[in-house]
């Protein structure tokens, strides 16, 4: 299958993804500044190409509190590094925070977002899709009118809702963070596609003569299920995932954007860009500042398109070897 | 006496399909409206009839994929007709199915080693490691080469596929087939070579078929005898040298009237009498007889018997069946002249 | 002159190749047809002899993909393919007509059949649009539907299968075209509506003087229904004659497979004789053998058949004769002279 990943689109995104995945796993390794130190100049820096300032050494290792392994990066980076630092290539903020390093640090949002919606989506919706196109008839009705519901809800507005519910004010009430609420939404919203998919595509596997004829064979409903249903739903579940994650990567840049999701001293994507539009004004326009969090976007986006549609062609059995 | 190998009677399949426009109650589709036929063992019977007849429903109802809704259907004896599926699972073993379309009903996913596993897996009949020497035994004994084994579906041709389909439905040593026309969607130089296997198989094995076809010419040549279907009911069935030669509903005589013969020279002395209308929807069943709106020989029945009361199957000669006013009106008389003149 | 004549067609296609890369094949392979008026031919072939593709590119149809590499369409004398796409419109629908195995693709699904037929005559007849429902109506009736300006109000889903091929082929007459195509007309149909249909063309044929260009892979529609016959396979000709001939004495090894390994009504006889089959499957067009396309399936193979391709070519006794006359494309057909097959009923 790996091989028949044809068309070279479908390859370039699987590496992109593999590298961006890479960078954002061994964040804390590389010789980046730290995403939030401060430096505290009044305005946005431009971005300073390396061969013009390499680095420097004023490396300080702030950040919020991290996990036990990434804290091991870190160690193992100043011991590689030292205190060397990467210069502002892609400048930095008016806050004087690097760029780079701020977008490889999001990246671990984005992704861990769109992990999080694309398991939600396998577990929730493929079985609920599943069981919905088995069952049929009037159950299959009941299930769908949820779906329908849940969709026609408008996330935002959940969103707001939720956090007012449940967000942990300052002292008091444990509650949750943002950021939790933020995944309990997605986990809410992220299995609908993929419930109506595989639904409608069991639903006409059900109908299909292969199933008829492994009845006539004896074949009871759960061989049914794992010998017939199941091969044939995972290719489309697969390829629908590879476009789930994408907008869920957006929903989140877009809740951050608007200040609902994510928090600052942690970063994603989507808060890059909201402070790119709040530096905007009249006298200075510091471009990078959106332009490199909305490219980060954009490509990944692209790459998880193109890999889908790569996977639903590969994974297609009939493309190949047919005339 | 032993009772006939598979023994169907009065069977009944109803379909429920949807609200009367008047909300006078459910529309009901009579797929089926009691049909009865037997057969003995290494016999073929054909099923004929055009669409709407319910030939196919009643292959799916033999053999298990939907419950009649009323009706018997005893397999030596044993009554099959309301089985749960698991009541069903021994004779899965003895009565089997070939689906028409050749492209659908081979998992497009799987092998075909796997394929033609499958059933052995489901009744364990053989062991797990002499599963694929069956395999490839089914495959030459429907004349593949052992190397498709290893393809998909949709590398082979249709009649390669066709091939495929009667192999698994052999796994089990099945005595009886249905084959549901397991032709029509096959090119004309390939369905021969499928037919000729058809035979040589049934001769091997000892099969009996119940050949499902609209293609008269087919089911002349490899059924014994005929069962000819209109409107969810039997009207006429006999041997095949009777219903050939001597064809008593008008039905009948109308398929026959309407089958091209292979013979310019023939075709352009035949007479002809066209069939009216069109065959009528099985939602809306004309009353009385259900063929009587299209009957060119209506007239030949005294009084409008034809329209008011429903002819039963009954018998016209020995081991034959025809259900029409007309034949039992002129039991004694001369019928009219058989289809193709001289 | 005949009414159509087509000379050397030749329609190429690029097709994926399953390993990567694209594979020329050629549906339509040197092609040469002729109809007289009111004649009645039929064109038989399996599936991927080409016998579609020939239509279409008569019609200037061809599919995106299907590029014409050669050939001539002279329809009274006018060519055919040079013509723009402007000038071809007025001629189909108008002089040349099509019917396609299905009925639903000629049928807009969201117009009434009346105002669907209108158009037709409202563009190539000019006629206003109460004459144009007013003959259409007529139309309908002709064709045997009852109540016929009732009906043109309704729309093609409230119609059978049958009907809706009758509105077709009614759509198809309503200008008195020279010549009908007829792709596979009856294919999907039920034998009693097939027959009906027949009789319908034959109709056509009686009351207007139209040719009909029939395509078909049944023989018995063939027998039925053409005065002459071509047939196809791999994308060549490889036998045109009189459909008598045929059926007596064909003379090309695939022509006769398929009349012997067609079973018989009006066969005699209680054994039930193994059916004669062609062995081997329909080649790949993208995989054609050398020479001979057939041969690899053939019980009359020579030597010569291997290495060259044959050309359709009349008997030995009616040499030069013009192109309607006998021909086959076989190195070995003088050997297939054999005894008539049809047997009669005793």
Redesign the interface.
């Known amino acids: 299958m790996k091989a028949a990943l044809k068309g070279g689109g479908a390859r370039w995104a699987l590496g992109f993804l593999a590298l961006l995945a890479a960078l954002s796993l061994l964040a804390p390794l590389l010789p980046l500044p730290s995403p939030i130190a401060l430096a505290l100049r009044g305005e946005p820096g431009p971005p300073v190409a390396p061969w013009e300032e390499l680095g420097d050494g004023g490396f300080r290792a702030e950040y919020w509190p991290l996990g036990p392994l990434d804290r091991r990066l870190v160690e193992l980076r100043r011991s590689l590094f030292g205190s060397w630092q990467s210069g502002p290539w892609l400048g930095t903020d008016s806050k004087g925070r690097d760029l780079l390093s701020r977008l490889v640090w999001g990246s671990r949002t984005s992704l861990a977002v769109g992990l999080a919606a694309a398991l939600c989506s396998l577990a929730i919706g493929v079985v609920y899709g599943a069981l919905s196109g088995l069952a049929g008839g009037r159950v299959d009705e009941l299930m769908m009118r949820l779906v329908d519901l849940l969709y026609s809800l408008p996330f935002v507005f959940l969103v707001i809702f939720a956090l007012a519910l449940l967000e942990a004010p300052r002292g008091g009430w444990p509650g949750v963070s943002r950021e939790q609420v933020l995944y309990i939404v997605i986990g809410a919203i992220g299995w609908l596609t993929m419930a109506r998919v595989v639904r409608g595509q069991v639903l006409s596997l059900r109908e299909s003569e292969f199933v008829k004829a492994a009845r006539v064979l004896g074949s009871s409903t759960p061989r049914i299920l794992a010998t017939h249903v199941v091969p044939n739903v995972l290719p489309v579940a697969a390829a629908y995932l590879t476009l789930t994650v994408p907008s869920v990567i957006l929903l989140e840049a877009f809740l951050s954007f608007l200040g609902l999701g994510v928090e600052p001293p942690r970063v994603s994507w989507g808060l890059l860009a909201a402070d790119g539009v709040a530096a905007l004004n009249r006298i200075q326009v510091s471009w990078w500042l959106i332009v490199f969090p909305s490219a980060a976007i954009a490509a990944t986006l692209l790459a998880l398109n193109v890999l889908g549609d790569g996977l639903r062609d590969a994974l297609d059995v009939r493309g190949q070897g047919e005339r | 006496m032993k009772p006939p190998l598979l023994e169907v009677r009065g069977l009944v399949k109803h379909y429920d399909a949807g609200k009367q426009a008047d909300s006078r109650g459910r529309r009901i589709v009579r797929a089926l409206d009691g049909v009865s036929f037997s057969l003995e063992r290494g016999e073929t019977l054909g099923l004929v009839g055009e669409s709407g007849s319910g030939k196919s429903t009643l292959a799916r109802t033999v053999v298990g994929l939907e419950p009649p809704t009323a009706g018997s259907v005893r397999l030596d004896g044993l009554e099959l007709a309301n089985l749960t599926r698991r009541g069903w699972l021994p004779h899965r073993r003895r009565l089997q199915m070939v689906f028409q379309d050749p492209y659908a009903s081979l998992d497009p996913r799987q092998r075909v080693l796997s394929i033609l596993a499958e059933p052995l897996a489901i009744h364990r009949t053989v062991a797990r490691r002499e599963r694929r020497t069956r395999a490839l035994a089914l495959l030459e004994a429907v004349g593949l080469s052992p190397r498709v084994a290893e393809l998909r579906p949709h590398e082979l041709s249709g009649g390669q596929r066709q091939r495929v389909a009667l192999a698994r439905a052999l796994a089990l040593e099945p005595e009886i087939v249905i084959l549901d026309e397991p032709v029509s969607a096959l090119d004309v130089s390939v369905q021969a070579q499928i037919v000729n296997l058809l035979a040589d198989l049934q001769r091997r094995f000892q099969l009996a078929y119940v050949f499902v076809a609209h293609d008269l010419a087919l089911v002349r040549h490899l059924c014994d005898r005929v069962a000819v279907l209109y409107l969810g009911r039997i009207v006429e069935s006999a041997g095949r040298r009777e219903l050939f030669g001597d064809p008593r509903h008008p039905y009948t005589r109308a398929l026959l009237d309407a089958a091209p013969l292979l013979d310019p020279e023939l075709e352009a002395r035949r007479e002809r009498r066209p069939l009216a209308g069109e065959p009528p929807s099985p939602l809306q069943p004309p009353e009385g007889c259900a063929f009587h709106p299209r009957c060119g020989e209506r007239a030949a029945v005294p009084g409008e018997r034809c329209r008011t009361e429903r002819p039963e199957l009954a018998p016209v000669g020995p081991g034959r069946l025809c259900a029409c006013h007309l034949t039992r009106v002129s039991a004694n008389q001369a019928l009219p002249a058989p289809v193709i003149r001289r | 002159m005949a009414l159509l004549e087509v000379d050397g067609l030749r329609v190429r296609f690029d097709?994926a190749a399953?390993g990567?890369g694209i594979e020329r094949i050629w549906p339509v392979d040197n092609v040469a047809l002729r109809l007289e008026p009111g004649e009645a031919l039929g064109l038989v072939g399996?599936?991927g002899s080409g016998k579609s593709m020939t239509a279409l590119a008569l019609m200037g149809l061809l599919p995106r993909g299907a590029v014409l590499e050669g050939g001539a369409v002279r329809l009274g004398g006018r060519e055919l393919l040079a013509l723009p796409e402007r000038e071809l419109r007025r001629l189909r629908g108008d002089r040349i007509a099509i019917v396609f195995q299905d009925p639903s693709g000629a049928l807009n699904p969201y117009l009434p059949i009346g105002l669907q037929l209108a158009e037709v005559l409202e563009v190539h007849r000019g006629l206003a649009r109460r004459e144009a429902l007013r003959r259409s109506a007529r139309a309908l009736g002709e064709v045997g539907i009852p109540d016929p300006e009732a009906r043109l109000a309704a729309y093609p889903h409230e119609l059978?299968g049958?009907?809706r091929q009758r509105v077709a082929i009614a759509m198809a007459l309503l200008c008195e075209p020279k010549i009908l195509i007829a792709d596979e007309p009856t294919t999907a149909l039920?034998?009693?509506?097939?027959?009906?249909v027949l009789?319908l063309f034959a109709e056509a044929r009686r009351a207007r003087g139209t040719a009909l260009l029939l395509i078909t892979?049944?023989?018995?529609?063939v027998?039925?229904s053409c005065e002459r016959v071509s047939v196809m396979y791999a994308g060549r000709l490889v036998e045109t004659a009189s459909?008598?001939e045929v059926?007596a004495r064909p003379l090309h090894p695939y022509t006769l497979?398929?009349?012997e390994?067609?079973?018989?009504?009006?066969r005699e006889g209680?054994a039930?004789p193994?059916?004669?089959?062609?062995?081997g499957?329909?080649p790949?067009l993208?995989r054609l053998p050398e020479g001979c396309a057939f041969h690899p399936r053939c019980a009359f193979r020579g030597e010569r058949c291997e290495r060259e391709r044959p050309r359709l070519s009349p008997l030995e006794e009616d040499s030069g004769g013009p192109p309607s006359a006998r021909r086959a494309a076989c190195h070995e057909k003088e050997r297939l002279g054999a005894p008539a097959r049809?047997e009669?009923?005793a």
């Not at chain 3, 039920?190 to 009906?196: E, K, S």
Request: hydrophobic share 40%; aromatic share 2%.
């Open positions: 097709v399953p990567g399996e599936s059978s049958g009907m039920d034998a009693t509506l097939q027959a009906q009789e892979h049944d023989l018995g529609v027998a039925r459909v008598r059926f497979g398929l009349l390994s067609a079973p018989r009504l009006a209680d039930r193994e059916l004669p089959s062609i062995p499957m329909p790949d993208a049809v009669e009923l």
